[in-house]
């Protein structure tokens, strides 16, 4: 088993910025991707960034790119997520997830692992 704690939530106003942190324990050497995923009130979870372990190779959600930013300290077993430009419509419950297939995707199914979720506001 691989637990994840999600750290690094809040509240923030518009244009604002925060940084969520992930920490992986347990078997952490069967992990080979992890991601992060959010909620919105009243709406499905759905994809926001993606990162291969290993490579380094990364994948964003359209809405998201450009002002986001995935990145893994292997040493730490640690999966960031640097927001930047925060819009209201960024607000939701984030979650961690981490994966034992290769290849980054977003669909929920490929994640095998997941955090309890953090909540981040962004006020207008």
């Known amino acids: 088993q691989v637990q994840l704690v999600e750290s690094g939530g809040g509240l923030v106003q518009a244009g604002g910025s925060l940084r969520l942190s992930c920490a992986a324990s347990?078997?952490?050497?069967?992990?080979?991707?992890m991601g992060w995923f959010r909620q919105a009130p009243g709406r499905e979870r759905d994809f926001v960034a993606s990162i291969s372990w290993n490579a380094g190779t990364t994948r964003y959600k359209d809405s998201v790119q450009g002002r986001f930013i995935i990145s893994r300290d292997n040493a730490k077993n640690t999966v960031y997520l640097q927001m930047n430009s925060l819009k209201p419509e960024d607000t939701a419950v984030y979650y961690c997830?981490?994966?034992?297939?290769?290849?980054?995707?977003?669909?929920?199914?490929?994640?095998?692992?997941w955090g309890q979720g953090i909540q981040v506001t962004v006020s207008s």
């Open positions: 997830a981490a994966g034992r297939g290769p290849i980054i995707t977003a669909l929920q199914s490929t994640y095998d692992y």
């Open positions: 347990g078997r952490t050497y069967s992990v080979l991707k």
